[in-house]
């Protein structure tokens, strides 16, 4: 049998690699391993596996980074929680789309959200003694657990699948209960899933988090993305869900990698609400040399972790921030494709046998974001890594996430653009047509 990919050129790379199981590797290895099995095969893959934004970055942020490079703003350290301009127009950005008041003292930007995931993690999971868990509601970006387990944080997670709307009552009730958890972190959208949490869902969250004293994470990497509803006027409704409508002590992550295009500039943004900001927590002194958590935030963590974030770059996102503010950049629109993209990939993983794993939220069918879930009968997520390698496509298992669907993967629409269509699709099709014969390509000798 041919596979667009010739198997022993797949199987020598897949072997080359030393990799135990491939479905089961890092987003990072199953790039390396793709990488070789292109160059060796000089056929290109239909790359689904890595979240990288395939837009170009702003000009807007572009010319004032240059701007402030031109200035020689770098040969000068940055206030640690950002320079004014930037903590203001953060602020506002959090008025004027999610519609939350949170002073700019207590905005700040980070290096990417990930460092800022990695900081909240530190201060919320240490801010009460005894209350030293994360919670993750799963699936869920994988590193974050590495973070947690690289600053010796315990943690608790749970598949959300079976418990959407008012069943993730009890189920996140059943975790706090036991006094140990300090926060819980989820994203919104979700990265892997492109679940979107109902505002009755984030209800629920939030008064737990209220009643329990937890800090809830509110990652929003892919912030403003959920394309079903238009996101992209500020000050106007509607607004983005957030648990900050249903909780006073919370924390908002928010990255520029996705919804701006900046990922390689390593900048995101943290907004910890001012209740939270302006109390003290009994367990910070011994880690940051004060109880008061805001104080805390940035001369305890901020410092020691980084100082800041580069100076010029704060530049850049001031004045991308404002142009958004004001109305007069739509980042929404500049990204919207992804939702395009990933509307008629769907349909052709799902015309050649393929289901969405991920379906709903609540009664809603799935928005078209930014990632995707599928499975093939017959296949773990794991074997299906594997076997689409053969045809020429690459992705992620979703066990890798925390997900109990074994058999699913899950997909990146941002580097296949809509002229790679024809042949993703010539690639599914024989994809389809080979294994509803039963063939194994990566078990065929
Ligand atoms: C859920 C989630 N959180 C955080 C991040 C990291 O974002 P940043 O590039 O701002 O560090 C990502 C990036 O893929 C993500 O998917």
Request: proline residues 4%; glycine residues 10%.
């Given at each position: 049998?041919?596979t ?73 350290y940055p206030?640690?929680?950002?320079i004014p ?22 905005c ?39 973070q ?8 608790e ?73 238009d ?55 011994r880690?940051?040399g ?32 404002k ?14 494709e992804?939702?395009e ?18 379906d ?11 990632y995707?879930?599928?499975?093939y ?14 045809y020429?496509i ?38 389809d ?7 194994r ?5």
């Open positions: 049998m041919q667009p990919i010739a198997p022993d050129i797949v199987r020598n790379e897949i072997k080359k690699s030393g990799l135990a199981s491939v479905g089961l590797s890092s987003i990072r290895e199953i790039n390396r391993l793709v990488l070789n099995i292109e160059a060796s095969s000089g056929v290109s893959f239909i790359r689904m596996e890595m979240g990288v934004p395939g837009m170009p970055p702003p000009k807007i942020a572009v010319d004032a980074e240059i701007e402030a490079l031109k200035r020689g703003v770098g040969s000068k206030p640690f929680d950002g301009e930037l903590k203001t127009e953060i602020s506002r950005f959090i008025q004027l789309f999610l519609n939350l008041s949170i002073d700019g003292e207590s700040f930007p980070t290096v990417g959200s990930m460092q800022g995931c990695y900081m909240a993690m530190m201060m919320a999971g240490r801010r009460l003694a005894g209350k030293d868990k994360i919670l993750f509601i799963d699936p869920g970006f994988p590193v974050n657990k590495r947690a387990s690289a600053i010796g944080i315990g943690y997670s749970f598949d959300v699948y079976e418990y959407r709307g008012e069943k993730l009552r009890k189920k996140i009730e059943g975790y706090l209960k036991a006094g140990d958890i300090g926060a819980l972190l989820y994203s919104n959208p979700n990265n892997p899933s492109w679940i979107c949490f109902t505002e009755s869902e984030l209800k629920i969250i939030g008064e737990l988090c209220r009643e329990y004293d937890i800090i809830p994470l509110e990652d929003l990497a892919y912030f403003g993305m959920d394309f079903r509803k996101y992209s006027k500020p000050g106007v409704e509607p607004y983005i869900p957030t648990v900050g409508n249903y909780t006073d002590k919370y924390i908002l992550l928010i990255s520029s990698s996705k919804s701006f295009s900046l990922a390689g500039q390593r900048i995101g943004m943290t907004a910890v609400s001012d209740a939270l900001f302006n109390s003290t927590g009994n367990n910070l002194e880690y940051f004060t109880n008061k958590f805001g104080y805390a935030y940035i001369f305890g963590a901020v410092y020691a972790l980084s100082s800041g974030v580069s100076h010029t770059n704060q530049y850049g996102l001031a004045a991308l921030l142009a958004v503010n004001d109305g007069d950049y739509n980042f929404v629109n500049s990204v919207k992804y939702g993209r990933a509307e008629i990939m769907k349909e052709l993983f799902t015309s050649n046998g393929f289901s969405i794993v991920y709903m939220d609540e009664d809603q069918p799935l928005a078209d974001g930014f995707f879930t599928v499975s009968p017959g296949f773990s997520g794991v074997e299906l890594i594997e076997e689409l390698l053969y020429g690459s992705a992620i298992s979703l066990s890798t996430t925390g997900s109990d669907h074994h058999e699913g993967i899950r997909a990146c629409v941002s580097l296949t653009g809509k002229e790679r269509f024809d042949e993703l699709e010539k690639r599914l099709i024989a994809f047509m080979d294994h509803k014969e039963g063939f390509a990566m078990s065929a000798e």
